[in-house]
């Protein structure tokens, strides 16, 4: 073989396969990026006091802290963050309260809103990704503004055990 027939001779499958997953892994990447980044109330990847802020306006608007009382228990939400013993989920006693304090700069119902529809975003620290991720499938807006007016509710300080 001549160096211009070498040339001419396409590249070896190791080589193609390798730029083929080269660009797959970087394509996948930039989707990823993408989706992150264009999660509702994401401004640039950070939080901002807009944040959800549309989102939890249509979701407050004619919330019933009794409804909502009635969903925790239909949703079973009760099972890990009224009944346990704090040590898998944060427990609901002074969430009202402290809701506010744990995300600045969101408010409470950002907060409370971003911890139901998007529990991964912010894990409370000491606790692990536990949470169902699918409350954004289950619930409508209206329930989940349902849930918030409950949650604040809730400003006893938890008992002492």
Do not use: W
Request: glycine share 8%; hydrophobic share 40%.
């Amino acid at each position: 073989m001549t160096e211009d027939s070498q040339a001419l001779q396409p590249p070896r499958p190791k080589v193609a396969l390798a730029i083929v997953a080269v660009v797959l892994i970087a394509f996948v990447l930039l989707i990823a990026y993408i989706l992150v980044d264009n999660l509702p109330g994401a401004s640039g990847g950070s939080l901002s006091e807009d944040s959800y802020a549309a989102e939890v306006a249509a979701a407050m608007d004619g919330a019933d802290a009794d409804t909502g009382a009635g969903l925790i228990n239909e949703y079973e939400c009760y099972t890990c963050h009224v009944l346990g013993d704090g040590s898998q989920s944060p427990l609901f006693d002074g969430i009202g309260k402290y809701a506010a304090e744990r995300r600045p700069p969101l408010s409470a119902e950002q907060y409370l809103y971003e911890a139901t529809i998007f529990p991964g975003a912010f894990i409370v620290e000491g606790y692990s990704d536990s949470m169902p991720t699918n409350y954004d499938e289950r619930l409508s807006q209206q329930e989940v503004g349902h849930i918030i007016a409950y949650l604040l509710t809730l400003t006893e300080e938890p008992p002492d055990y």
